[in-house]
């Protein structure tokens, strides 16, 4: 991750969401998300531990939300962690993590500002 991360002063979805998965991700499984960090929700489905519940917070997260976070699964974490990315990363709207950075107090992002174009520029 980049200096430039929003998400490393955030962690606000890891503590909000309850993020959920099929079973299969698991290391029991071939997958790659230790069982011990997973807690079963439906014969099919696990959550990360802590997010079952509401206050959520991942158990994997490291800090104080809005403050300064770190994953400590990054590399292990679950294909919902892989893809929930943050508003505007890839140049898209997410209203989720809108959602999330709200309940912590946390403003949207706003997308990276466009080059200005000079309206008297000589092609
Ligand atoms: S595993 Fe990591 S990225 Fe996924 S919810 Fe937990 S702290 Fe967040
Ligand atoms: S809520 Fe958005 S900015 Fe915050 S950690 Fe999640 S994806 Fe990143």
Known sequence: MSETNPCLT????????????FWGECQSAGGTVPDDQVVLITPQRVAM??????????NALLGNVGEGVRCTLYEQRSSPCREFEASWANGEHNARCDDARKAYGLPPLTP????SVSPNRVA
């Open 10 to 21: 955030c962690g606000a979805c890891c503590a909000y969401f309850r993020v959920s998965f």
């Open 49 to 58: 531990r802590g997010t079952e519940h509401k206050p959520a917070r991942c």
């Open 112 to 115: 990276p500002l466009q080059p």
